[in-house]
């Protein structure tokens, strides 16, 4: 273990997680301050100790009590040097052993802490500019040791990292606006609060539990898979609704939720990008069959009656010889939305599908001849059906293929678009 001449650790070079902080260039702001805060805490606990429950190793040297105490029920309490060691006379030799061996382990711990709180120091030096420290010094003995690493922070937040009302209401309106992806950790969202928390609170506006609880409930409610989990929070007691009760049962719904779906959450955002470039695929067969086709006949059934005409002339927009044609390929366009709409909530309702038995694939079901629009299958290539609904799939068969991206798939039907 690397160690100074005196047989100090080198905190810094050892366990540091940043051995050199980013420097910040000329007067400290917010967001600069922000980031020298957060490599420090990352440092810090990177260093282990029993102090605080030991569980986050010296971060009780950068968070303020108040801060330390939303993660910690103990307290983080720095040790005071040890006094020196008396040996009583009358004292019998274990019990004399066992107070030596306890006063050295409190010397330990006494130097470890210190030893760490002057590495992280040491980076604050020379990540800021003398000009914004020395307010700071001692005038006696021109250093910073006096001061804990907290209260730096804190002096450089309220004189240069100064966030005005608009700039937090800035912050909170990307929070609560976030788009959470269901198929990652759900802490990101509890990351997003608890941050845009300590924005809060370095602007003097500290945020209730039941603000982050209420923040968090809506974001993770926006994805419309945790309707159960939402319910049961509210069925318990007031009181036991805390900030960190609220983690952990969300976190539990979670990987509930990993599990029951069996990874479609991984792959939901994929198959609504496969379904937009069916649309885009069907889109463009329907404009170019209706350029070369001849006009369909009318359908005995009723079809959906054209929009209301618009207020302003359209003199020479439309000939009149081709109105049935529009009015048919609007209809069209409308069957192969509503259609779309369909496999949309059958990919997002579906968390599995049982495979086909081995064997060859049997022919593609026929066409709708009312339908014209056309989508891929891996299996069957162009046709009437999405490669995810296809009913006879062939060993190795692909539901996200699409006609531009076949992958390997039947080429069937592909070269008449």
């Known amino acids: 273990m690397a160690s100074a001449s005196d047989g100090t650790v080198n905190y810094r070079e050892v366990f540091f997680e940043y051995p050199d902080c980013t420097k910040i260039l000329g007067e400290p702001t917010f967001e600069t301050v922000k980031i020298l805060e957060d490599e420090l805490k990352a440092n810090a606990q990177a260093v282990y100790s029993p102090l605080g429950g030991g569980q986050h190793g010296h971060l009780g040297l950068v968070l303020a009590p108040f801060l330390y105490s939303t993660i910690s029920a103990t307290p983080f309490q720095r040790p005071n040097p040890p006094a020196p ?41 020379r990540s800021v500019d003398a000009a914004y420290l020395k307010p700071l010094r001692n005038q006696v003995t021109n250093t910073l040791e006096h001061l804990e ?10 004189n240069h990292g100064y966030i005005s009302p608009q700039k937090l209401k800035e912050y909170e309106d990307q929070v609560r606006n976030m788009s959470y992806d269901p198929a990652s950790p759900i802490d990101n969202v509890f990351s997003a609060v608890d941050n845009l928390s300590l924005v809060a609170y370095r602007a003097g506006s500290e945020y209730s539990h039941a603000h982050k609880i209420n923040m968090a409930y809506v974001i993770i409610s926006h994805t419309g898979l945790y ?39 991984r792959d939901s955002k994929f198959h609504n990008a496969n379904l937009v470039q069916q649309v885009i695929d069907g889109v463009h067969t329907l404009l170019l069959e209706t350029d070369t086709a001849p006009p369909v006949e009318s359908s005995p059934e009723p079809i959906v009656p054209p929009p209301a005409p618009l207020a302003y002339p359209m003199a020479n927009a439309v000939q009149s010889d ?39 694939a049997p022919a593609p079901p026929a066409p709708n001849p009312r339908r014209r629009q056309r989508f891929y299958c891996w299996t069957h290539g162009n046709g009437y059906h999405l490669g995810v609904d296809c009913k006879a799939k062939a060993d190795g068969h692909k539901d996200e293929a699409t006609k531009s991206n076949r992958m390997g798939g039947s080429n069937r039907g592909c070269q008449r678009s």
Not at 333 to 355: A, C, E, F, G, W
């Open 85 to 125: 060691f008396i040996i009583d006379p009358n004292e019998a030799a274990h019990v004399a052993q066992a107070r030596l061996d306890n006063h050295n382990s409190n010397i330990r711990l006494f130097r470890e802490v210190t030893g760490v709180k002057k590495a992280l120091l040491q980076q604050i030096v």
């Open 149 to 158: 690493i907290y209260d730096i922070l804190g002096y450089l937040y309220q």
């Open 227 to 265: 309707q159960s989990a939402l319910q049961k929070w509210l069925q318990l007691p007031v009181q036991g609704r805390t900030w960190e009760m609220f983690k952990i049962h969300f976190r539990t719904a979670y990987n509930l939720l990993r599990v029951t779906t069996e990874g479609t959450l």
């Open 322 to 360: 081709s109105m049935p044609l529009l009015l048919q390929q609007m209809n069209q366009m409308q069957t192969m939305m509503m259609d779309l709409q369909r496999q949309i909530l059958q990919v997002n309702t579906n968390t599995s599908r049982v495979p086909p038995a081995p064997g060859p």
